[in-house]
């Protein structure tokens, strides 16, 4: 049976596997901020400013810790070797986000 597209099927993944990702995402770290901020700018410019909206855009890449104990609390195991068939590495829907906030509700029709 097929799942949906973006529907993630709960499995259990080694400690392993979980750290693994967490390291690979501390190295890729960087990236994913300079990716938000470049966002965050873009929306500042394009958004905002181009509307003359009063509202606040901030930024931020997952903290590599924080992504850890997401993971290890999703998928953790209770011997280490027990995971479903498929599932070869952790699923990480949220490794940055921007969020614009409006400050009069008119505004937010003009975000959205």
Known sequence: MHQPI???RKCRLPMRTI???VQRYR????CYDKLCKFVAAKCEREIIRANTLHAAVTARAKAPRKL???LHKKYKTRN???YGRGCTRPAVTDPGGVRISTYLEVDRDKVV
Do not use: F, H, I, L
């Open 6 to 8: 973006g529907v993630t």
């Open 19 to 21: 750290n693994q990702a």
């Open 27 to 30: 190295r890729e770290y960087d």
């Open 68 to 70: 850890g104990e997401k």
């Open 80 to 82: 280490g070797a027990e």
